[in-house]
Antibody, heavy 120, light 107 residues
Framework: EVQLVESGGGLVQPGGSLRLSCAASGFTFSSYEMNWVRQAPGKGLEWFSYISTSGSTIYYADSVKGRFTISRDNPKNSLYLQMNSLRAEDTAVYYC?????????????WGQGTLVTVSS | DIQMTQSPSSLSASVGDRVTITCRTSQSISSHLNWYQQKPGKAPKLLIYAASSLQSGVTSRFSGSGSGTDFTLTISSLQPEDLATYYCQQSYSTPRTFGQGTKLEIK
């Protein structure tokens, strides 16, 4: 079964740091591009980071650029998100999602999400 | 960035109704449009990719259409398990962007 499982969420003070992990199983992780998508409480979905199969190409949304770092460890089948200088507006459920391709591309599957709360 | 506008933002319909949700993009994206379903407290799930292709395992009650800037998700006969929020998403350019969501309630 193809599965993504996030971990590492929790309560952190403004200005603090947190590292999220996403463990992949059931597929050849090194062959797939990966993403992070977040959802603030009661709000919609926001894509904010992408990493290529080798990690050589990375994109960020402006909302996190310079503060968040995406990375991956293919032998460990894991995706990571280092979050620094956290703000209240970063409070959200964080999902990892695999990129699938055909005539276009899409996110499938998604992990179950991990909640990050930034508050003093 | 490509802006995505879904309508309506919410709707209430009865079991058996035909339901249509619309997604409009700020520029032409050909058929680079996907639809997701998010049930309360759960992660999003892919329903439709490339505007009209049904994801494997998804009931054929769901269908998608459109190209360019105007797209539609249709549920042919609403069922109680369709209670969810539905999102469109463009895969034409980075940053990938989502519509604001359509919350579907069952009367």
């Amino acid at each position: 079964e193809v599965q993504l499982v996030e971990s590492g969420g929790g309560l952190v003070q403004p200005g603090g740091s947190l590292r999220l992990s996403c463990a992949a199983s059931g597929f050849t992780f090194s062959s797939y591009e990966m993403n992070w998508v977040r959802q603030a409480p009661g709000k919609g979905l926001e894509w904010f980071s992408y990493i290529s199969t080798s990690g050589s190409t990375i994109y960020y949304a402006d909302s996190v650029k310079g503060r968040f770092t995406i990375s991956r460890d293919n032998p460990k089948n894991s995706l990571y998100l280092q979050m620094n200088s956290l703000r209240a507006e970063d409070t959200a459920v964080y999902y990892c999602a695999r990129t699938e391709y055909s005539s276009t591309n899409w996110f499938d599957p998604w992990g179950q999400g991990t909640l990050v709360t930034v508050s003093s | 960035d490509i802006q995505m506008t879904q309508s309506p933002s919410s709707l209430s319909a009865s079991v058996g109704d035909r339901v249509t949700i619309t997604c409009r993009t700020s520029q032409s994206i050909s058929s680079h449009l996907n639809w997701y379903q998010q049930k309360p407290g759960k992660a999003p799930k892919l329903l439709i990719y490339a505007a009209s292709s049904l994801q494997s395992g998804v009931t054929s009650r769901f269908s998608g259409s459109g190209s360019g800037t105007d797209f539609t998700l249709t549920i042919s006969s609403l069922q109680p398990e369709d209670l969810a929020t539905y999102y469109c998403q463009q895969s034409y350019s980075t940053p990938r962007t989502f519509g604001q969501g359509t919350k579907l309630e069952i009367k």
